[in-house]
């Protein structure tokens, strides 16, 4: 799919663009930390079991740097320009014994350093995980973009993502109807690139499956400046060459 297909239909998908060895170290590194904040404010968990977390910038530092290496960064930078910084990462898993679901939505919450500020182009404030939160107006949500990096493979079995094409231009458009909704289906390694206003669900994962869905999932903004004194929470911008 070319990048004019991405902004026509809102996704993309990077086949093979993180190193099976990477992959196995994100997940040995993502499980480790996960384990030991179980119970902490970042983490949803069940049983023990981490099956979502927020605000990952700070506690694995190779949500920093492993989209820092081709070819990710020169996507990134064909898309977003050389003033690119990650401002969210979070961590999703549908362990086999302890699935979910989402219904359709479109992402438009933003983590930022104060959510106190006066904007026109913010709203709905809320606190997640112990950091403000605004809804971005669609202005901002078109300058960004999500990497979501498959740390498993993914099939029908497993609660596979599922995208409207089309659907990102605004946060109320609808692009084709739901019947033309496609399954994202990966191997572990590969990359949805997907804009925030692109309408998606995930649903359960099938009974008795052995197969886990764990993803990796970056938001990046082409730029620091944010409207009416808006800060983002986190801003990493890339510290070395691409190679």
């Not at 700070?58 to 401002?87: A, H, M, N, Y």
């Not at 990462?89 to 086999?96: E, I």
Request: contains cysteine.
């Amino acid at each position: 799919m070319s990048s004019d297909e991405l902004d026509q239909n809102g996704f993309q998908i990077l086949r093979d663009a993180v190193p099976r060895s990477v992959v196995e170290h994100l997940l040995d590194v993502c499980t480790r930390t996960l384990v030991q904040e179980s119970d902490s404010v970042r983490a949803r968990s069940s049983r023990g079991h981490v099956y979502a977390a927020r605000n990952l910038i700070g506690s694995i530092p190779e949500v920093t740097t492993v989209w820092q290496c081709e070819p990710l960064i020169g996507f990134l930078r064909k898309q977003l320009g050389d003033e690119l910084g990650l401002v969210r990462a979070l961590f999703f898993d549908k362990p086999p014994d302890r699935t979910w679901a989402l219904p359709w939505h479109k992402d438009t919450s933003v983590a930022v350093e104060d959510n106190s500020v006066s904007s026109a182009c913010f709203s709905r404030p809320t606190v997640k995980a112990g950091v403000p939160h605004f809804i971005a107006a669609d202005d901002v949500l078109r300058r960004m973009l999500t990497l979501r990096i498959h740390l498993d493979e993914v099939t029908d079995e497993n609660g596979p993502l599922r995208v409207i094409p089309g659907s990102h231009h605004s946060s109320d458009s609808d692009g084709e109807d739901v019947g033309a909704a496609v399954s994202i289906f990966a191997e572990a390694g590969d990359v949805l690139a997907m804009r925030p206003l692109l309408s998606h669900c995930s649903g359960s994962s099938d009974p008795g499956t052995w197969r886990h869905r764990r993803i990796l999932h970056l938001e990046f903004a082409e730029s620091r400046g944010l409207p009416d004194g808006v800060t983002w929470h986190d801003f990493v911008v890339p510290t070395f060459a691409s190679g």
